[in-house]
C-alpha cells in the first residue's frame, strides 16, 4: 500500500486566518441566528453574574436587620434572573443548532459540487477515504466549532467583563488582586497553543490515512486475497494505527494538562480573595456579603476560562480540517467543461425538463 496514495498537503505551522474567512463565509445567509446566539450569550452572562449580586445584597440585609430583613424584593429579582436564564439558555441551542445543521449542509454542498466539477487525474491522487473524511467528520466539526465558539466567546467575555466592573466597583484593590492571574493565564495559552495546534494538525492527517487504508482495503479485498497479501497490508494498517495512537495520546496529554493548569491559577486567585477580603471583613472596609461575592466570583472565573480553553482546543483542531477542506473547495479543474455541458448542468440543477432546456437552446442559437 502506497504512502503517496495518503500523501496530503502540508500547511503553515500557524493559525490562517484567511482560512478562516472562507469558512466563515458560509455563514452569512445566517447572520441573524449569529446575533440571536451572540445576544443570548450575553443575557446568560448577565444572569449567572447577577445571582451573586443578590447573594450579597441578601447577606448584608440579614447581617444588618436579623429577622427583620425585607426579603420579599431580592426574591422577585432571584425569581426574574432564573427565568430570564432559562429563556436565554433554550434560545442559544435553538439557534446555535440551526447554525451548525445549515452551516454543515452548506459546506458538503460546496464540497460535492466541487468534486463534480474536478477531473478524473485528481481522483487518482486522492483515495476514496480522503474525500470522504473531508464532506463527513471535516465539515461535521468545522460547522459545531463555528456555532458554539460563538456562543462560548460571547459568553466568556461577557462574564469576565461584568464580574471585573462588579468587582472593581465594590472594591478596586481587592479586584486588582483577585485579577492578578489574568496574565499568566494568557501566557498560558499562548504556550499551549502551538502545541496542541500542531499535534491535533498530526492526529486529523493520521486518521485520514486510517480511513483511506479501511477503503483501499476494502475496495481490494479480492486483489489482497489472490496475491497472498494480507500479512503484509496487516503490516502497513499496524504501522499508521501505532502512529495514530501515539500522536493521539501526545495530543490528550497536551489537553489534559491545558485545563488543570488554567483551574490551579484560578485557584490562586480565590485563595487571595479569601486571605486579604477576610482581612479586610475584621477590619470593618469590607461587608460580609462583599466578602462572599468576592469569592463567587473568584471561583467563577474557572468556568468562562475552561470553556474558552476548550474551545480554543476546538478550534485549533478544526484549523486543521478548515485547510483541508479550503483545499478542496479551492481546487481548480484543469479540465473545464465546455458552454453547452455548463448550461445543460444548470437546467437541470433547477429541475428544468429536457424538453425545455432544448427550446431554450433553439432561441439561443436562433
Request: glycine share 8%.
Amino acid at each position: 500500500m502506497s504512502e503517496k496514495r495518503f500523501a496530503e498537503e502540508e500547511f503553515s505551522g500557524r493559525l490562517d486566518w484567511s482560512v478562516w474567512r472562507k469558512i466563515l463565509a458560509f455563514g452569512r445567509p445566517y447572520r441573524v441566528y449569529f446575533f440571536i446566539v451572540a445576544g443570548s450569550g450575553a443575557v446568560t452572562a448577565f444572569c449567572d453574574g447577577g445571582f451573586a449580586l443578590v447573594t450579597r445584597s441578601l447577606v448584608d440585609e440579614i447581617a444588618a436587620r436579623g429577622v427583620n430583613a425585607e426579603l420579599a424584593g431580592l426574591a422577585w429579582c432571584y425569581l426574574v434572573l432564573a427565568l430570564l436564564l432559562s429563556f436565554s439558555v433554550g434560545t442559544f441551542v435553538r439557534y446555535a443548532g440551526r447554525i451548525s445543521t445549515s452551516v454543515s449542509h452548506d459546506i458538503r454542498n460546496a464540497g460535492f459540487v466541487r468534486l463534480q466539477e474536478l477531473e478524473l487525474e485528481y481522483f487518482d491522487r486522492r483515495s476514496v477515504g480522503w474525500l470522504m473524511t473531508r464532506l463527513t467528520s471535516d465539515c461535521d466539526r468545522l460547522s459545531r466549532v463555528i456555532a458554539w465558539l460563538l456562543l462560548d466567546v460571547a459568553w466568556g467575555s461577557s462574564f469576565l467583563g461584568f464580574i471585573t466592573v462588579i468587582m472593581l466597583w465594590l472594591n478596586w484593590k481587592l479586584a486588582l488582586l483577585v485579577l492578578l492571574v489574568v496574565p499568566a493565564l494568557a501566557w498560558v495559552s499562548l504556550w499551549f497553543q502551538k502545541r496542541l495546534l500542531a499535534s491535533s494538525r498530526a492526529v486529523r492527517k493520521t486518521g485520514s490515512r486510517i480511513t483511506a487504508a479501511f477503503n483501499e482495503a476494502i475496495n481490494g479485498v479480492r486483489t489482497t486475497k489472490s496475491l497472498v497479501r494480507e500479512a503484509g497490508n496487516f503490516k502497513e494498517f499496524q504501522s499508521i494505527s501505532g502512529r495514530m495512537f501515539g500522536e493521539s495520546v501526545r495530543n490528550a496529554v497536551q489537553t489534559a494538562l491545558y485545563l488543570p493548569v488554567i483551574l490551579g491559577l484560578v485557584s490562586v486567585g480565590t485563595g487571595l480573595a479569601l486571605v486579604f477580603g477576610g482581612y479586610g471583613t475584621m477590619a470593618g472596609g469590607v461587608s460580609l456579603g462583599t466578602l462572599l461575592l468576592f469569592m463567587t466570583y473568584a471561583r467563577q472565573l474557572s468556568d468562562p476560562v475552561q470553556q474558552l480553553a476548550q474551545q480554543l482546543a476546538q478550534a485549533q483542531a478544526a484549523q486543521a480540517a478548515a485547510e483541508r477542506v479550503v483545499t478542496l473547495l479551492d481546487s481548480v479543474p484543469k479540465i473545464a467543461d465546455s458552454k453547452e455541458v455548463r448550461r445543460e448542468l444548470e437546467l437541470r440543477k433547477w429541475g428544468y425538463p429536457r424538453k425545455a432546456g432544448q427550446k431554450q437552446k433553439k432561441k439561443e442559437n436562433a
